[in-house]
């Protein structure tokens, strides 16, 4: 099948199998004498995987060594439970940091008075934000006194 219809068929569009191909996610596709891609049933099955993990959230990364470890018959299921387990622990720190900037600007936006008054707590925190990095970081490389 042509890349429009592998497209179609594994639900990833023809400009990221493109781009799969070009980082070696997708390897060894054949070519017509003109030089157009030619996809199998075993491509397609390989574009749905890596579509599956990218909806999971993997990375690239994580996604060429899914693809080497369901390729290879002998794998230790460990293997597969070490990346997917190191993957819920990133994602959990993901959704930590989420709630964390939800809060503060729930915060924000509840102590904003949102009227025609130019006082605004929200682009206060905003611009103090630096200068309390600023100063966090001086604080950090003082020596510790004795």
């Not at 293997?79 to 915060?107: F, P, Y």
């Not at 929200?122 to 004795?146: H, K, T, Y």
């Amino acid at each position: 099948m042509n890349i429009g219809e592998a497209a179609a068929a594994s639900g990833v569009s023809a400009k990221m199998i493109r781009y799969y191909e070009q980082i070696g996610l997708v390897a060894g596709v054949a070519r017509t004498e003109a030089g157009y891609r030619v996809y199998s049933t075993s491509d397609v099955h390989r574009l749905r995987f890596i579509r599956r993990a990218r909806d999971l959230g993997f990375s690239v990364k994580e996604i060429s060594e899914l693809l080497a470890l369901w390729a290879d018959r002998d794998r230790a299921s460990a293997d597969v439970k070490r990346i997917a387990t190191t993957h819920i622990a990133d994602l959990e720190e993901k959704m930590r940091q989420i709630r964390e900037m939800v809060n503060t600007l729930r915060h924000l936006a509840d102590h904003c008075h949102g009227d025609d008054r130019p006082h605004c707590p929200i682009l206060d925190n905003l611009a103090q934000g630096d200068l309390d990095e600023a100063q966090q970081n001086r604080a950090a490389r003082r020596p510790a006194r004795v």
